[in-house]
């Protein structure tokens, strides 16, 4: 057998005599939390220690246990105590949560130098050191939950005597490396996104670091924090991770350097077979059966289930990944991802997005070695069975048909179908499907992105609607490459395309329009209803403005409509290019300013940044608006002139918006092939509903005509 040598405890990297010890030498531990009032707490009487002993308790030396007014020794039952221990007040009473109940009391479990809230319940922990435990935590069956010296609790920090290379960093967006970022508390995807951007600005990414060292303190010992009301049960290991109240942990197989951010009204919950390391969990998450988290940040109210695999992602609020894995991805809020056999990996998403069964989207099929990457707008839509090549990009609001895309794709053209066309052989665009076809999905899913959005601190200003700054900038981009590629199909130049699209008497149905510079490949891609995308793309910009003046009017109600529009054109000198941010819109000039601040330590800390992102959410809806009166101006210069006309185009739209969600939805109460599924229509209604009774659509007509009643009291008012 191997001999064993019997060391003192003081040379494990922990101090067991006294508090006065620990803050006069520089030991491993010394930074327990300033709100402890050590005049709450006296030394046992002889009494009390006469109890504890009788009760199978051992202690290092009981002068180190500390107590409250109110404290029962009879709670104390088997359990060993070494270092200093601080229990708050123990009664006669049992702790309660769904079918788990506890008497207070501390039993069975070693304990090394932690502190206890008032009526805990802790029961047959093999091994709590370091620890600091709010009031009412119940737990129960854990082998080991320790802190040890050098705990970063998921930040990217070095602790004083430690090399750099032991920094954790998210190899975000790029599977070599070539984008990642330093994670820490409070971390948002706009913080990410921005610093996985400009990589060749070594003063600015030097900034982005600065920024998060200043975040915290190097030096070792800090204690892990459990806060009030946490339950833990049938866990395995628990190592250097800070979680705060209203937690619920049960069955995992072990959490190690994790921040677990819950509070009473948004808690965060981890489930049975989980194993999770290095992570920042953000308030109201779910994680449970089986999920393996590696390296990653987990925004509010998401959610990790089903053997899920996330490593070296970034995973924005108000998203769901289940049952398949994420590498290297900066996900923007609003995600869905459910299959087990989908796969994303080196890519950044912004956000509205939603993969399906089978679409495999990784970056190592095409180079030599693991550098490609993906990039989207918001609303990517991956169908069934899709295989994208690296490096991709696409423009929002994108849906890719079922099939195996064997080249690079870059395409601009906002809200289109892509598929392989079986026709030619090459790549089909279809440009605005969503507005011809499938109105019904994309306007419910920007009410409902809204509707569920859960976050209770709201500290990004999401964009839903899918008429936006980022939109308007692609669908004017996209008018302006329909002109030219219609130009090359009839033969002419692009003036003489726009001409050709402005003129419905031309035929135009059975001209066929190629696109050039889309797919890195000899194959054709051919576009379908450019001139239907044309004029739809000229039309949503007139409703765009219209109804950003109506929501400018409802913000300002006592000042005049066209005073209003006045003031604001006043400030309409160009299109901006626009940022998108974590799913928050700002103008890129206004990112430029925020960058060079950095770069010259004018803004030292995150915290600036966030205050950024606030002052640029006041302004957005002015912008917002400002920008709206740009993109109409681009495609209606005579606008302003007449103003009646304008504003007649935009409730016409208004109106075919509307009957587009009914009349899309109305083919599944149509389809023969759903019908087939019925024995009659009353029973396909009593299964998937009567149409009539579609709360969304009745939503939709509703919104319709507060809109034109609105746009009735501006032409009244101005």
């Excluded at 998921?154 to 984008?179: C, T």
């Excluded at 190592?364 to 090549?389: C, I, M, Y």
């Amino acid at each position: 057998m191997n001999r064993i040598d019997k060391k003192p405890l003081a040379q494990l990297g922990f101090d067991f005599v006294t508090e006065n010890f620990l803050k006069a030498n520089e030991t491993e531990f010394k930074h327990r939390n300033t709100h402890i009032n050590q005049s709450l707490y006296r030394q046992l009487q002889a009494r009390e220690i006469s109890i504890l002993e009788a009760n199978l308790n051992e202690a290092e030396n009981w002068k180190d246990l500390w107590v409250k007014d109110g404290f029962n020794p009879y709670l104390v039952k088997n359990c060993r105590f070494f270092g200093i221990v601080r229990i708050g007040k123990l009664e006669s009473c049992y702790l309660e949560f769904k079918n788990l109940r506890m008497p207070v009391g501390l039993y069975n479990s070693t304990i090394i130098s932690s502190d206890f809230g008032d009526n805990v319940a802790i029961d047959r922990v093999n091994l709590l050191s370091h620890y600091q435990i709010g009031n009412e935590v119940m737990i129960l069956q854990v082998n080991e939950l320790a802190t040890t010296p050098t705990a970063k609790f998921g930040n990217g920090i070095v602790k004083d005597g430690e090399e750099e290379r032991i920094r954790i960093w998210l190899e975000l967006g790029n599977e070599n490396g070539g984008r990642k970022v330093v994670p820490f508390i409070g971390m948002r995807p706009a913080d990410a996104f921005l610093w996985t951007q400009d990589r060749e600005d070594k003063e600015l990414l030097a900034g982005y670091l600065n920024l998060t060292k200043a975040e915290f303190s190097s030096e070792r010992g800090f204690y892990g924090q459990i806060g009030d009301r946490t339950i833990i049960k049938n866990t395995g290991i628990i190592k250097d991770v800070n979680m705060g109240s209203d937690a619920y942990i049960k069955g995992a197989n072990k959490l190690k350097n994790l921040t677990i951010i819950s509070y009473p009204h948004a808690s965060t919950q981890i489930g049975e077979g989980c194993e999770i390391v290095n992570g920042i969990i953000h308030e109201g998450c779910r994680i449970f059966y089986g999920v393996k988290a590696v390296r990653f940040i987990l925004e509010a109210h998401s959610q990790l289930k089903y053997g899920a695999r996330l490593i070296n992602s970034f995973l924005g609020s108000n998203s769901t990944i289940s049952c398949c894995e994420v590498l290297n991805s900066l996900i923007f809020p609003a995600h869905e991802q459910h299959h087990n056999n989908s796969f994303l990996c080196a890519s950044i998403i912004k956000g509205q997005s939603n993969m399906a069964a089978g679409a495999t989207l990784g970056s190592n099929h095409n180079s030599r070695g693991a550098d490609g990457e993906l990039q989207t707008g918001r609303g990517f839509w991956p169908g069934l069975s899709v295989a994208l090549k690296h490096n991709s990009k696409f423009a929002s609001f994108n849906l890719i048909s079922k099939g195996n895309y064997p080249a690079e794709i870059h395409n601009p053209i906002p809200f289109s179908l892509l598929g392989n066309d079986d026709q030619t052989g090459g790549l089909l665009i279809i440009a605005g499907y969503w507005f011809q076809y499938n109105m019904y999905a994309i306007a419910r899913n920007a009410w409902k992105f809204a509707a569920r959005d859960q976050r209770v601190e709201k500290n990004m200003l999401l964009e839903f609607d899918y008429l936006a700054p980022d939109t308007v900038s692609e669908i004017l981009q996209a008018r302006e490459l329909f002109c030219q590629w219609v130009g090359d199909a009839i033969g002419k130049d692009a003036a003489a395309g726009k001409a050709w699209l402005a003129n419905p008497a031309n035929e135009y149905e059975n001209l066929a329009v190629w696109a050039t510079g889309i797919e890195n490949t000899k194959r054709k891609t051919r576009v379908a209803k450019v001139y239907r995308a044309y004029q739809i793309f000229g039309d949503l910009l007139h409703y765009h403005a219209a109804k950003e003046w109506v929501a400018t009017c409802d913000r300002n109600p006592s000042q005049k409509p066209l005073d209003l529009l006045h003031k604001t054109m006043e400030k309409a000198t160009a299109i901006q290019t626009w940022d998108n941010l974590g799913g928050q819109l700002i103008p890129s000039g206004a990112v430029l300013e925020l960058k060079n601040s950095i770069k010259n330590s004018q803004i030292t800390r995150w915290s600036q940044v966030h205050d950024f992102y606030e002052t640029q959410a006041k302004v957005y809806p002015d912008q917002k608006f400002e920008n709206a009166l740009n993109g109409l101006l681009k495609v209606d210069p005579e606008a302003m002139a007449n103003i009646p006309a304008w504003l007649n185009k935009a409730v016409e739209t208004a109106r075919f918006l509307t009957a587009g969600i009914e009349k899309s939805r109305e083919k599944d109460y149509q389809d023969p092939f759903r019908l087939a599924m019925f024995g009659n229509a009353q029973e396909l209604e009593a299964v998937i509903g009567d149409l009539n009774d579609n709360e969304f659509i009745q939503q939709s007509k509703v919104s319709q005509h507060v809109f034109e009643e609105k746009i009735k009291a501006i032409q009244i008012r101005r």
